[in-house]
């Protein structure tokens, strides 16, 4: 038998009988270790994001093993491969469709900048058109960086305060990519 | 039935089209012939239904662009399945109006073909039936082979030439 971790509580009071900490900190805590990832998945780096979840790499230890291949239901939308133009109305879709809050991981030299696809028809980086939390380098990545990557996620998350996404800061960032 | 080879098929063409079909050569082994936009039809209908050249399958329809002599050629590759004989067929038109008949009147597959060309090269083939882009986002408002248009997206901020050493 390995041994089983279970995570620690966030800082607070304790006492007999209680414990006390900030409401932001225990949902954060709930919600980083039960992220539903949406796979848009369109080249090398799915298959790389393929083996991180097959069971040698086995990214459900963090609490995705749900894949939400529904926009609706899924929190963080992990973005593996090289995103043609033509395609950037469906990638822009697909996260309006997502409900708050969301996060964005772009995966990949494609997704992060265009990567070697330097022309016309290919998007330069997902960031023209959506709003990035995290960027995983590589060409593909391996399945570490992925994970490495889900982790820097993961501390945004936990570490989000409730308030962020009402924030006028958030709103302008929004506008500023065009969604309301 | 007399065999099928490039030398019998430039003399099939000859006595039809004479100096309609000329710019003859065969790099590669690969009969390559030019004409002009009036008798396309009439010379892709010939290779395509005489006996002796019964070119059937239409491989590929696509162009290039030559700046220097403001041209655009139109290029047809044909296959013979039967003799395994292949023909290239070149039609050079201007630059400025890019226009030449449709090829879908003889082979439905041209039909892709035509709208991929007009998509990269901007060549209009009348009497095509839906002509419009294939494979760009119909927001492209240029025909991105042309070499007048730069190949790389210009909003690439991240390669400066100072990072390469240039």
């Known amino acids: ?180 | 039935m007399a065999e099928v080879n490039n030398s019998s098929v430039i003399q099939l063409l000859a006595d039809r089209f004479g100096a309609k079909v000329n710019g003859v050569s065969e790099p590669y082994g690969l009969l390559t012939v030019e004409t002009t936009k009036d008798v396309i039809t009439d010379v892709l209908r010939f290779l395509k239904e005489t006996e002796g050249a019964a070119f059937s399958f239409l491989t590929d329809i696509t162009a290039v662009h030559y700046p220097e002599t403001n041209h655009i050629a139109v290029v047809y590759h044909l296959h013979n399945m039967v003799s395994k004989l292949r023909i290239r067929v070149k039609v050079f038109i201007h630059e400025h109006t890019p226009s030449i008949p449709t090829a879908t009147v003889l082979w439905n597959g041209a039909n892709w073909m035509e709208r991929e060309t007009y998509d990269f090269f901007g060549v209009k083939f009348e009497g095509h039936p839906n002509l419009k882009r294939i494979l760009n986002m119909d927001e492209l408002n240029v025909h991105p082979m042309l070499k007048q248009y730069p190949l790389e997206d210009p909003n690439r901020v991240d390669k400066k030439d100072e990072y390469f050493g240039r």
């Not at chain 1, 848009?40 to 994001?49: L, R, Y």
């Not at chain 1, 969301?102 to 997704?111: F, Y």
């Not at chain 1, 022309?119 to 490495?148: F, H, K, M, N, W």
């Open chain 1, 1 to 180: 038998m390995s041994d089983i971790n279970i995570v620690d509580a966030p800082p607070g009071i304790e006492g007999s009988g209680f414990f006390a900490t900030s409401l932001d900190k225990v949902i954060g805590l709930a919600r980083s270790h039960s992220l539903w990832p949406l796979p848009f998945a369109t080249s090398c780096c799915g298959i790389e994001f393929m083996a991180t979840m097959g069971s040698h790499y086995d990214f459900g230890r963090f609490g995705s093993e749900r894949l939400s291949f529904s926009p609706r239901q899924a929190d963080l939308l992990m973005v593996m491969g090289t995103i043609a133009k033509k395609m950037s109305p469906v990638l822009k879709q697909v996260y309006l469709q997502m409900a708050e809050p969301r996060w964005v991981m772009a995966v990949g030299a494609c997704a992060s900048s265009g990567g070697i696809f330097d022309t016309y028809s290919v998007l330069q980086g997902i960031d023209e058109i959506i709003p990035v939390d995290v960027y995983v380098p590589g060409c593909p990545p391996r399945p570490e960086a992925i994970l490495d990557g889900f982790g820097k996620i993961q501390e945004l998350v936990k570490n989000e305060s409730g308030r962020r996404r009402h924030s006028d800061q958030y709103k302008q960032m929004l506008a500023s990519y065009g969604i309301e």
